[in-house]
């Protein structure tokens, strides 16, 4: 194992490899919902896996774009790899690059999911190309999702298969602040749909009975499922209803975000959400959705991966505190299986999902190096 101010030096003289392929994979627009573009970027950081050795895999996908998973280290080993975990996809639909280009100032790299998180991709394979440099040949395995910011319907599977045979689970998530992340909200949406009885406001008012007011009654009883005791959040945030002011409503709908702290409250969350009755006898209720994203609870594999992580910050000359958040990632599904999960690990910036998204680049190389050197020590009790 090499220390990690050796690995520090290292990744220092890979800065223009790291800044040259972060533009790359930036200016190459990977929207969730456009596969062909999702593909073209699971091409090009394929390429780069294979210069530096490593072994490619293509998850073919039909909707979404393919997942890509990467293995590095001697084919066989009586270590069980760590999993590098990231996504290519982004919030960002084609042609966002005219109205957020690629731009470096002050101190900072702006472009659309430069933050969320491709610097995070690119601190992986710098990482292992140190590594790779420096004659280690630690067994590293890393999946790159394509479907993470639509509530990866298709990887979830692939993710928990890999994490399953991994020692644990590296993050590669933007960080919260300067902070790794120990814990996530689990994150879960529900539909709500009243059925009512059209009428015409005017002429036969009493004969309606309107949805809208129903799911505005209904609504109000979602509102009160919010318990910021235990870390439970309830937030109906689109609502549609209705045809014309002059008639009386047949039909109303709410989507409704949910977050909870503990998997405990995920049973009891969708039981609230069941019991749901409307008070017109003659309208009726359907209620669909769920939990699509476990919690990752702070358990004793994370604070173990934590400290580890902390120890070595220090080493580099940083301190890396821990934050719980509440949103989702890929991580919430590795976590919950038991696997040790720490979150956090990518790019340290501001405004994901937003149009000042950037990356601070001074703490690129400090924050790789750390990656660097957890893999190459293993996680710890290997």
Not at 94 to 119: C, F, H, N
């Amino acid at each position: 194992m090499h220390s990690p101010k050796a690995l520090e030096e290292a990744v220092a003289a890979q800065w223009p490899w790291f800044q040259r392929r972060l533009r790359e994979l930036v200016e190459t627009e990977s929207p969730s919902d456009d596969k062909a573009a999702v593909d073209a970027a699971a091409a090009l950081v394929a390429g780069w896996v294979s210069e530096l050795g490593g072994r490619v895999k293509r998850h073919r996908q039909r909707r979404f774009g393919d997942l890509l998973e990467a293995r590095f280290g001697a084919a066989r080993s009586k270590r069980k790899p760590i999993l590098l975990l990231g996504h290519l996809d982004t919030v960002w639909p084609l042609g966002t690059l005219r109205q957020m280009p690629w731009r470096e100032d002050s101190g900072r790299i702006y472009g659309p999911g430069v933050l969320d998180m491709k610097a995070g991709v690119v601190m992986a394979l710098t990482a292992v190309r140190v590594l790779l440099e420096a004659g280690e040949r630690v067994p590293v395995t890393l999946l790159l999702n394509s479907d993470e910011e639509v509530g990866s319907p298709v990887s979830r599977a692939i993710t928990e298969r890999l994490a399953l045979q991994s020692e644990a689970v590296l993050v590669l998530e933007p960080a919260q602040g300067l902070a790794c992340k120990t814990a996530r909200k689990g994150v879960g949406d529900y539909r709500i749909e009243v059925s009512g009885v059209a009428s015409h406001a005017g002429v036969d008012f009493e004969r309606g009975h309107s949805a809208v007011l129903e799911l505005a009654r209904v609504l109000e009883k979602v509102s009160g499922f919010t318990d910021l005791r235990i870390g439970r959040t309830v937030n109906p945030g689109v609502i549609g209803g209705g045809t014309r002011s002059n008639v009386i409503a047949a039909s109303a709908w709410a989507e409704v975000d949910v977050r909870i702290a503990k998997a405990a409250d995920a049973a009891k969350l969708d039981r609230l959400f069941r019991s749901l009755r409307c008070e017109d006898p003659k309208c009726s209720l359907r209620i669909s959705g769920g939990l699509n994203r476990p919690p990752m609870e702070r358990k004793a594999g994370t604070v173990r991966l934590y400290r580890q992580a902390r120890r070595l910050a220090a080493e580099l000359g940083f301190e890396l505190a821990e934050a719980a958040t509440g949103g989702g990632s890929d991580g919430n599904f590795t976590a919950a299986l038991g696997v040790p999960t720490l979150d956090g690990l990518g790019a340290v910036g501001e405004g994901a999902h937003a149009a000042h998204e950037h990356i601070v680049t001074e703490h690129i190389v400090p924050r790789t190096a750390l990656l660097a050197a957890m893999l190459s020590g293993g996680p710890p009790g290997v």
